[in-house]
């Protein structure tokens, strides 16, 4: 009987050896898997922060002339200066000085209720706007509104006519092309405006530059996840902000006023994507 049980206690010992062997090897052999999250391609990087309104991105076809209302004479001053380096480094065509202002930034104690006093007051500041994009821009919660007065011209900058239905166009004298747009969008003026509590401590240089981006082209903030750039557009939203345009940001407006205006919304950004990734891999080998 002795002997059954010392041959059943070696049994168990050996079993539990056994056992112990099995899970070492078995946490060795343990491969945590993961999906690792793709970075967002350039493409996705230019379409996440580019609005557009119906297919087509909009610009301005004449000199840009940034003003600034609501800051005191001294800061206004130096804001426009540094709007109009701005709007110099991006490449884009600036006006002369004591020119008719059509990029304009306002600082304001409450945007929401100016916006809605501006729009009482003078409807024509935001006549080119949908009923839905007015409602959207009266509904933000702020700190930051911007809206574009836009018009739709033919591709080689002739008039269309405006249709009875939404806003179709009648174009004449088009020329038709898989390659291009028939039609373009021009902005006869932008407009920025900020909540003043929200500029304290930025730079003026920061401030100037925001608005020259948001007021070049009609953008956004980056901040959807499909952003993979440092940008000035964030300045609002990231914890720590650009001190001011940033290459892709001077690459990116100078990419949309390059060349014609007679594309598509997909064909546009496609080419700003093109540009932005060549600058950025000019820069970094020049790094190397």
């Known amino acids: 009987m002795k002997y059954c ?18 899970a070492q090897d078995d946490e060795q052999s343990i491969i945590v898997e993961g999906n690792r999250e793709k970075p967002p391609s350039v493409t996705q990087s230019v379409r996440a922060i580019t609005e557009a309104e119906s297919g087509n991105l909009a610009r301005f076809e004449v000199d840009v002339c940034p003003a600034v209302a609501g800051l005191p004479t001294n800061f206004a001053l130096t804001v426009v200066e540094l709007m109009r380096d701005g709007v110099r480094d991006a490449d884009v065509d600036l006006a002369p000085e004591n020119c008719a202002p059509n990029l304009t930034l306002i600082v304001t104690d409450d945007g929401r ?18 009923a839905q994009e ?3 821009l009266r509904e933000n919660p702020g700190p930051v509104w911007s809206w574009h007065n836009t018009q739709t011209k033919r591709a080689d900058g002739g008039p269309v006519s405006e249709g009875e239905v939404g806003r179709a166009v009648i174009v004449r004298g088009a020329v038709m092309s898989r390659l291009s747009s028939p039609v373009r969008k021009e902005i006869n003026g932008g407009f920025v405006v900020l909540d003043l509590d929200s500029i304290d401590g930025f730079t003026l240089k ?12 009609q953008t956004r903030d980056g901040q959807s996840g499909k952003f993979g750039f440092e940008s000035i557009l964030n300045l609002f939203v990231d914890g720590k902000p650009t001190e001011g345009l940033t290459s892709f940001d001077r690459e990116y407006l ?35």
């Open 5 to 22: 049980s010392v041959l059943f206690a070696g049994a168990v010992l050996l079993c539990a050896a056994q056992a112990q062997a099995q």
């Open 254 to 288: 100078s990419s949309i006023y390059r060349g014609g205006n007679g594309f598509t919304y997909a064909q546009k950004t496609r080419q700003v994507a093109q540009d932005v990734a060549r600058k950025e891999n000019s820069t970094a080998d020049d790094a190397e």
């Open 134 to 136: 007015m409602s959207k």
């Open 113 to 130: 209720a100016l916006i809605a006093g501006m729009a009482k007051a003078n409807a024509r500041l935001f006549e080119r706007l949908t």
């Open 206 to 217: 920061q401030i100037a530059e925001f608005a020259v981006m948001r007021g070049l082209a």
